[in-house]
């Protein structure tokens, strides 16, 4: 049995010893270095651009301006191509811009010999430009008047939707019904993996090749050549290991544009990376909210109708647009119950701040945070257990999605509190915290949270799978969905494994995919590696082991039915698992007979057409010096029922960078932008404050392991889940100790001390 255990990572040694190779490793030696002209404006229009000074530097080779390249406007976002255009993300970017929507939109660039050459011609070239009002806030953007970034949307609006369930009007007039409301807001944050965005690219027979850190290398493909108005054969793309991605790297982010300035200098080899503060304005950032939630109760705690109102600041650029929000609306549909009604009403509006796409959790980490600070609100104003009154409304076992046709099969949100509680020590803890006086004081809170498992129904879910038997009996995998840091090549192994009846040290995944060989997948993102990858890894290893069974059946001269794989070996199951032949003997043999040689492989495609609950919560414990508006985070516990586990220790450790995340979404980051420029100003990693090892306490991890039927090893996910709950529960624990609920994020000092100076307690 290889699923269960806690291997140890197959990547493992050669990234902990630097053999791995990442794409700067494979860069070219006679690589060109290509440089990245950014306005000095956010909202306005490139005039002119004059080059004349740059180009005759020594060292330069070409700049390129934004009235230089094709006009082909095509979508970044990081989704399966629909044949519906009602389906298509938004087409809103060109490779280089004269419609300039954020203070270090891309203008033009240079290509050089060298990095030195390549910052000289840059300082030299000039811009003229036509200024506009800077919108940094919804808010702004929607007013009367604001100009337009985008002129297809009136009042800078990328979309707008309401839906109503029930009859809102008449369920809010039940009579003895209680009302709450409040606002909550959560920041612009940036995902800070290690790796930059990095790519290069070259041609070779007429072809663009990309070697680019990306978690999506087949939907690149076809970006690259929708932005280049090229055939998508003509473009191949080569993902090495990966340093981080996050959702970052699940957008197109410069692999076009450096694939276009291959094609301007020959087809040589040219290298685009960004430094770190490019990094920060010039990809993407997690959508700041602002959310209104509106609740009706009875007196006993039931909701009856509740009401959410969003506002999302998508920044310059359409990416995932919309698809974030309404995620956000999911969580609010599908978390708790309300028993007559809800009504949901939501913005996306273009602004001038850096653009907003997919980050781990894609609109949960918001919409939780509200909604679960709401929650906690409302408990302590009707002075109700926190953890009973969420039990009397939240999703029950045997709930059913009508839209994704999801099936809540377990008590799992009971389960999960449970196992968290004793961890954390809840009871005990709520007792002794109990009518605290002083400057320093502690708290204890608690968040639910909810995700699905892959992005069915809203796009398709297919992962293609290609397994190949060795002349030893070892076996090659190799698949579309990528590897960025999780361990999905781990688990990849175990499932190989266990559905072959090999041992994991005899699978061999393959972890560089590349788009002229590796079979179709799309990629990282939406917690899907498991499930849909998963699908595709028993459907092929189902396929190859029947193989290899009618082939050892000819060979030991016995019935199929009667032979099974355990250890390696071929196995007689009707006397006791008795040893026939080895698999190496048998693939050797196969591979090499002299009257039906025959190479054993095994490839195929699995589109999976259902979705999957995650479920769980999480427990903060928090020390507040009030005087100082200061938080000391004690303890974060989080509990999770993913199904199965495949491997525990990566599962735990999965976990673990989630729970880190939560702690910087809800006690440190945030972009600070100069409201007159428009400009970031804290765009490195000195100013933007990240959580350090000493802002950590014990991370604590439980689970409850409920196979998910619909899955093909039980298991559902786990990659996004973990960053969910924690800054609601860091929240509702501030609101424990000091009695002050306090409904915008960051937790910072800044924000502590005037919240409690309000409050009176300073």
Known sequence: ?????????????????????????????????????????????????????????????????????????????????????????????????????????????????????????????????????????????????????????????????????????????EEGLIFFEGVYETPIVQHCHIETAVSWAYMESGRIVVVASTQIPHIIRRIVAQALGIPWGRVRIIKPYIGGGFGNKQDSLYEPLNAFLCTQVGGRPVKLELSREELFSGTRVRHGEKIHLKT??????????????????????????????????????????????????????????????????????????????HMEDIARKLGMDPLEFRFLNVMPPGFVDAFTGN????????????????????????????????????GIGVSLFWYNTAVWPISIEISSCRMTLNQDGSVQVQLGETEIGQGADTVYTQMTAETLGIPWQKVYVTSVQDTDITPFGTGAYGSRQTYVGGAAIHKAATMLREKILRRAAEYTHTSPARLDIAGGNIVNTEFGGRKLVSLEELATDTLYHEEHAEHLTAETTAQVKSNAFSLGCAFAEVEVDIPLGKIKLLSLVNCHDCGRLINPKTAEGQVHGGQSMAIGFGMFERLIYDPKTGKLLNDNLLDYKLPTILDHPRLDVEFVENPEPTSAYGTKALGEPPTVPGAAAIRNAVLNATGVGINKIPLTPHVLFEEFRAAGLI
């Open 1 to 173: 049995m290889s699923v269960g255990q806690s291997i140890p990572r197959v990547d493992a040694w050669e990234k902990v010893s630097g053999r791995a190779k990442y794409t700067d490793d494979l860069v070219d030696r006679n690589v060109l270095v290509a440089r990245i002209l950014h306005s000095t404006i956010a909202n306005g229009l490139v005039k002119k651009i004059d080059p004349g000074e740059a180009e005759k530097m020594p060292g330069v080779v070409k700049i390129l301006t934004c009235f230089d390249v094709p006009d082909f406007p095509f979508p970044t976002a990081g989704h399966p191509w629909s044949t519906n255009p009602a389906h298509w993300d938004p087409m809103d970017r060109r490779l280089l811009n004269k419609r300039v929507r954020l203070y270090g939109d891309d203008i033009a660039a240079v290509v050089a010999e060298d990095e030195v050459a390549a910052a000289r011609a840059l300082r030299a070239i000039r811009v003229e430009y036509e200024e506009y009002p800077v919108l940094l806030s919804p808010e702004d953007a929607m007013k009367e008047g604001a100009p337009l970034l985008h002129g297809e949307c009136p009042n800078n609006i990328l979309k707008h939707t309401t839906v109503e369930d029930g009859n809102f009007e008449e369920a809010v007039k």
């Open 296 to 373: 009706w109760l009875r007196p006993d705690g039931r909701l009856v109708a509740r009401s959410y109102t969003a506002f999302s600041n998508q920044g310059a650029y359409g990416s995932h647009g919309h698809g974030i929000a309404a995620k956000g609306t999911n969580v609010f549909r599908q978390l708790y119950r309300d028993e007559k009604a809800r009504r949901l009403d939501i913005s996306t509006v273009y602004t001038n701040t850096a653009t907003a796409g997919a980050m781990r959790g894609y609109g949960t980490p918001q919409a939780v945070f509200a909604i679960e600070s």
């Open 407 to 442: 099936v809540n099969y377990f008590d799992s949100f009971r389960q999960c509190v449970e196992k968290g509680k004793a961890r954390i020590k809840w009871d005990e803890k709520r007792e002794r915290y109990r009518n605290q006086t002083g400057p320093v004081r502690r």
